[in-house]
């Protein structure tokens, strides 16, 4: 009994070292054809560069309209922040109505400043800025109305809370009109809602012709090796170890065409930065044009690698199992 319990025991010790050998010599030969995918890449270091050169220009162009896309989201948020209110008060107030009214509004949890412009004050700033002085002295009274500017707090200075406060001000005894302006605003979003879906067409599209130029190389490559292909068929190779440095010749492609893509893109922005900052300094603003964080760079880089195995897979399935040694 204990010889038979010493050979099962040996017998599973061995088959347990056997299958941690071919775990280990699995991992051994991916790294030896990813190696030498590499190899194969640089024997021909010009057309590999082409290709990568390709890939990586061909997403340049997504990935600056991305990051110009999200830099006009945050100037549209800042503007979004940044909503007055308008009330133009009722002639017929008395100045110590509208110094009343005043005071409550700026009490209002909503509110947080409340600026008041007396229509005497309005009617000298019209006539500096306007050039109709001698007209304006015809008149027999003053036609403005006392104007109250109002400033939402952080939480009621998005669109759908500020026209929610202009309704609650509208229905004030003290007030004949209130107006937030946010049809430029919506302009301005419906603009970006239209570049962000031609970017994401776009995108879309240099996405599937790094698919199609990959794929294609990679085509032309295993036709260049078609006897070697059959010559390894013949002796025993499965697709799956055939295809394997095509696979990886993809991912270098990737992942060098990712670099490139980083590099193209900031030249881009770097080329660009200076006329936005000419720009921003006119309008007296700081904004600053910014580039692709670290999260974005790797997700770039990502996408880059997928594309280039996404394309020599496409191309390692179709035409490696065609070749068949006769």
């Not at 997403?59 to 830099?71: E, G, R, S």
């Not at 549209?76 to 005071?103: D, H, P, Y």
Request: one cysteine or more.
């Amino acid at each position: 009994m204990s010889v038979l319990f010493r050979s099962r025991q040996q017998g599973a010790q061995q088959v347990k070292i056997s299958g941690m050998r071919r775990f280990l010599m699995f991992w051994v030969h991916h790294i030896q054809q990813c190696i030498g995918s590499l190899g194969e890449l640089a024997r021909y270091p010009f057309a590999s560069l082409m290709t990568m050169a390709v890939l990586g220009l061909s997403l340049t162009l997504p990935a600056t309209l991305y990051v110009i896309v999200k830099n006009t989201d945050d100037v549209g948020a800042n503007w979004q922040q940044a909503s007055e209110i308008t009330l133009f008060l009722r002639q017929e107030l008395t100045q110590q109505e509208v110094q009343t009214f005043s005071k409550r509004t700026e009490l209002a949890e909503e509110v947080e400043a409340v600026r008041l412009i007396d229509k005497e004050q309005g009617l000298a700033e019209f006539r500096q800025r306007s050039g109709f002085g001698e007209a304006l002295d015809t008149l027999s009274s003053n036609p403005l109305p006392n104007v109250l500017i109002v400033i939402p707090r952080e939480g009621f200075r998005t669109p759908a809370a500020a026209e929610a406060l202009v309704r609650k001000f509208s229905e004030q005894r003290e007030v004949e009109q209130a107006r937030l302006d946010l049809g430029w605003l919506q302009r301005f979003q419906a603009i970006v809602n239209l570049v962000r879906d031609g970017f994401l067409a776009l995108a879309l599209l240099l996405c599937v012709a790094v698919i199609l130029i990959v794929g294609n190389t990679i085509r032309l490559n295993i036709s260049s090796k078609r006897d070697e292909i059959m010559v390894m068929k013949l002796v025993g190779a499965t697709d799956a170890y055939i295809q394997r440095p095509f696979l990886y010749t993809g991912v270098w492609y990737g992942l060098v065409g990712g670099i490139i893509t980083w590099l193209a893109t900031g030249a881009l922005l770097w080329w660009l930065s200076g006329a936005v900052r000419d720009i921003a300094d006119l309008y007296d603003s700081e904004f600053r044009l910014t580039g692709l964080n670290l999260t974005e760079m790797a997700v770039v880089w990502g996408i880059a690698i997928g594309l280039g195995l996404v394309g020599s897979y496409i191309a390692v399935r179709k035409h490696v199992s065609a070749i068949e040694p006769r």
